[in-house]
């Protein structure tokens, strides 16, 4: 159960590093700018399947094209999503969730029977998920998960397609957090059923987040353009994210020449216990932009070293301090 509490915080240590809220009044149509962004994620995900996302980058690319029944808010909070609503048990150890009324990418409705599905994939005993182990706080969940009982003793059920209990092993009180991970996320179970490789191919991805796949070409691009059947969807303001693929140096380069409105990694390659400060400057020279600089202390002298660079005219982006980056409420402002 301490992993389990170790990633939950990991996932929740929220200080909002990049949030930017504006009005524009009296703004013509004409004027209005295209609401379509380009960044760069410089290589291919390992997994576009949530159930196995285990990186930074992977997880980052899940929350632009998933949602679960919980979700970190562009304020560091938790909020529901997929779920309505929910109760806990005196003695905390039964959940018992109200689905909204929401659907898939491809029109399909979202029922609590997918979620089912997908965490039962995700704890029989063949499944090569990393994350696994974060669905142990589940009653049952670990000893299936080893082979050790049978799929029918999980502790998860549902009266009807909009109502989902689970019942833990222990009381968590981080479980709420845990639902908005990835490997929490559901899964069109009747997509899945019919062709279990349909996270590898944009004709065939079904998602249930803010972005859905429009194109999609290995080790190069993927285009991301704004899910209609979204439960969400009058606060995304973005038709269209154009993820590129190329090295650091190629991205710093696209950015100078503005052909791209954001480059690099908000989450730092050193260890967090290192960083002192993290600051947000506008550069003198380019005001069109703004640099995201972390001072970290070395032997010697601190050192600073660029994150990333934004599009100054990018608003609403929001991250944690783990690196969680969430593009839901993103606009492009004049």
């Keep these: 159960m301490k992993n389990l509490q170790f990633y939950a915080k990991i996932f929740m240590q929220t200080a909002v590093a990049a949030c930017f809220l504006c009005q524009c009044n009296s703004v013509t149509t004409k004027n209005k700018p295209k609401q379509s962004i380009k960044i760069n994620i410089e290589k291919e995900p390992q997994t576009m399947d949530p159930r196995y996302a285990y990186t930074i980058n992977d997880i980052n690319l899940m929350r632009i094209f998933w949602d679960g029944l919980m979700r970190v808010a562009g304020d560091g909070l938790l909020t529901t999503a997929i779920a309505e609503n929910y109760t806990i048990s005196q003695d905390e150890k039964i959940y018992s969730f109200k689905l909204k009324n929401t659907q898939w990418s491809n029109g399909d409705q979202i029922t609590a029977n997918d979620f089912i599905y997908s965490w039962k994939k995700t704890l029989s005993p063949d499944s090569h998920s990393k994350h696994s182990s974060l669905l142990y706080a589940i009653k049952n969940g670990k000893h299936i998960n080893e082979g050790n009982l049978p799929m029918s003793m999980l502790g998860i059920h549902s009266d009807d397609d909009y109502t989902l209990t689970i019942e833990l092993e222990n ?31 944009s004709s065939t991805y079904i998602s249930s987040g803010p972005f859905a796949i429009s194109d999609w070409k290995s080790n190069d691009h993927i285009i991301a353009k704004k899910n209609l059947f979204y439960w969400d969807n009058n606060v995304v303001k973005l038709n269209k994210i154009e993820m590129i693929m190329v090295d650091s140096e190629t991205g710093h380069s696209m950015f100078e020449n503005n052909k791209l409105d954001w480059q690099g990694s908000i989450y730092p390659m050193a260890s967090n216990s290192l960083i002192n400060t993290h600051t947000i400057s506008n550069n003198q020279e380019r005001p069109d932009y703004l640099k995201y600089i972390d001072t970290v202390s070395s032997a010697t002298t601190p050192q600073n070293y660029v994150i990333h660079l934004q599009n100054n005219k990018l608003k609403g982006v929001t991250a944690t301090d783990s690196g969680v980056i969430d593009f839901k409420t993103a606009y492009i402002d004049i």
């Excluded at 179970?189 to 590898?200: A, G, R, S």
């Design 171 to 201: 009381p968590t009180p981080y479980f709420l957090e845990l639902l908005a991970m990835p490997v929490y996320y559901p899964i069109n179970k009747k997509v899945d059923f019919e062709n279990p490789d349909w996270f590898k191919d």
